[in-house]
């Protein structure tokens, strides 16, 4: 038997309610922005999370953290159930789970100086104060690839890419276990992406780092993921390892996906599979396979029944009726 996960997702949910009404306020409906979504993640692995936007893979990512709470489902982190957890507890656990967010200015406060940014979850976890966090942050800037004077400077000095470096360093500081990397490289240049993409890894091997990095674009997790979770909608569609996703996707969503990726060799050619449509409402999503409004390939049942998220072979789920069958 191999080793337990470092975390484990089980049939996670989260309703956002709609309310209707000034003075009697009542449930009128809600969004379904997670709807029962359940992976696992190994230590020092690379989960990549998937899918166009408003699919529900950052919503998941604050769930596991807690910075949102969760309608119903389980979250597992070292045999510990997180949605059970008391204030206190939790707040002792997020030394072990960190997160960076897609965007590094929004993220990281103007008033404050770098040193003060990086600095502060040592002292909110009372890990260093004094000489010895400002030793420590000097020593993360430099791990991240900055100067120790750049402690003395503000966010707005920075470039993006160097912004996203400071949120890394933040996110280091305490010794987490897992990141979750929510969209980290989205707002900056193509050629910086790379960079920062470069950096995590690096970090990943020295400090035997966990990931779930959360992305909308297919490109982007190949180089870093172990694994990739394609969302849609609210659910996974497609769970698999790396080169199985890329090399033989299964799902119409995934091929879809893969295929506006272009392709560096002008001699090798992809047909492009155009999605039709917008992405549904979550509030209503489709009966059926949710992804039946837009699949080229729906069958009746696909209207109707929803398709089970099961194993197609070798531990490549899939929720398709036409894979399994
Ligand atoms: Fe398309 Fe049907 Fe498969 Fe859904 S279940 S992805 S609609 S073929």
Same mark, same amino acid.
């Given at each position: ?104 200015? %929004? &993220?990281?406060?103007? /008033? ?6 990086? #600095?502060?979850?040592? =002292?909110?976890? @009372?890990? +260093? $104060? ?16 900055? %100067? &120790?004077?750049?402690? /003395? ?6 470039? #993006?890419?160097?912004? =996203?470096?400071? @949120?890394? +360093? $933040? ?36 400090? @035997? ?117």
């Amino acid at each position: 038997m191999g080793a337990a996960p470092l975390l484990e997702v089980k049939d996670l949910v989260k309703h956002f309610p709609i309310h209707k009404g000034f003075i009697i306020s009542k449930q009128v409906g809600a969004v379904k922005a997670v709807d029962g979504v359940s992976f696992s993640i190994d230590r020092g692995e690379t989960l990549g999370l998937v899918g166009e936007s408003g699919c529900g893979k950052s919503t998941t990512g604050r769930l596991i953290l807690r910075l949102i709470e969760a309608t119903s489902g389980q979250v597992w982190f070292e045999g510990k159930s997180i949605l059970d957890l008391e204030r206190e507890e939790m707040r002792e656990l997020r030394r072990d789970m960190q997160i960076i967010f897609q965007d590094p200015y %929004a &993220s990281l406060n103007p /008033r404050m100086t770098v040193g003060d940014i990086i #600095g502060e979850p040592l =002292q909110i976890h @009372g890990i +260093a $104060r004094g000489q010895e966090k400002d030793k420590r942050v000097r020593e993360l800037l430099e791990v991240v690839g900055l %100067a &120790s004077y750049h402690a /003395r400077r503000y966010p707005h000095e920075f470039s #993006g890419g160097q912004r =996203q470096r400071i @949120g890394v +360093a $933040r996110a280091l500081a305490v010794n987490p276990k897992i990141i979750v990397c929510d969209e980290p490289v989205s707002a900056l240049d193509v050629s910086i992406q790379a960079q920062v993409i470069n950096l995590l890894q690096d970090l990943q091997e020295e400090y @035997g780092l966990t990931y779930l990095f959360i992305a909308h674009d297919l490109s982007v997790v190949k180089h870093i993921s172990d694994r990739v979770a394609v969302m849609y909608l609210g659910k996974i569609v497609e769970l698999t390892d790396k080169e199985s996703l890329y090399d033989n996707p299964l799902h119409p969503y995934t091929k879809a996906l893969l295929s506006a990726i272009p392709i560096a060799d002008p001699i090798l050619t992809r047909e492009r599979i155009i999605l039709e449509g917008d992405v549904p409402s979550p509030i209503n999503p489709p009966l059926g396979c949710r992804f039946h409004t837009r699949c080229s390939v729906a069958k009746e049942i696909c209207r109707h029944e929803e398709p089970a998220f099961a194993d197609a072979g070798g531990g490549h789920f899939v929720a398709c009726h036409l894979v399994n069958k």
